[in-house]
Nanobody, 122 residues
Framework: QVQLVESGGGLVQAGGSLRLSCAASGRTTFSSRVMGWFRQAPGKEREFVGAINRYGNTYDSDSVKGRFAISRDNANRTVYLQMNSLKPEDTAVYYC???????????????WGQGTQVTVSS
């Protein structure tokens, strides 16, 4: 079982930055897990943001490429999502998830955090 807890969300003006954290606990080899970030805006489906594998290789969605960056700290069992140049359309609840391979579908991940709200004002 894996528990994931996101933090770092909040209200920011357009053009600003936020860094989200996702701390993992439980009986898992965190360093071997693929960690993904998703987001869900009201009335919309959960959307893939990006993911990072055990080697530190990342895969980002086109909508955030060049603005967001994922990193991980295996010693502290934490994955980060650095978000820069934020836009109002980035407003959503952001979730981290753990899986075994990089997938863009939420169905490809086994464990999920509770989410953290990010609101970008114009």
């Amino acid at each position: 079982q894996v528990q994931l807890v996101e933090s770092g969300g909040g209200l920011v003006q357009a053009g600003g930055s936020l860094r989200l954290s996702c701390a993992a606990s439980g009986r898992t080899t965190f360093s071997s897990r693929v960690m993904g970030w998703f987001r869900q805006a009201p009335g919309k489906e959960r959307e893939f943001v990006g993911a990072i594998n055990r080697y530190g290789n990342t895969y980002d969605s086109d909508s955030v490429k060049g603005r967001f960056a994922i990193s991980r700290d295996n010693a502290n069992r934490t994955v980060y999502l650095q978000m820069n140049s934020l836009k109002p359309e980035d407003t959503a609840v952001y979730y981290c998830a753990a899986g075994d391979s990089i997938r863009t579908s939420p169905a490809g991940y086994d464990y999920w955090g509770q989410g953290t709200q990010v609101t970008v004002s114009s």
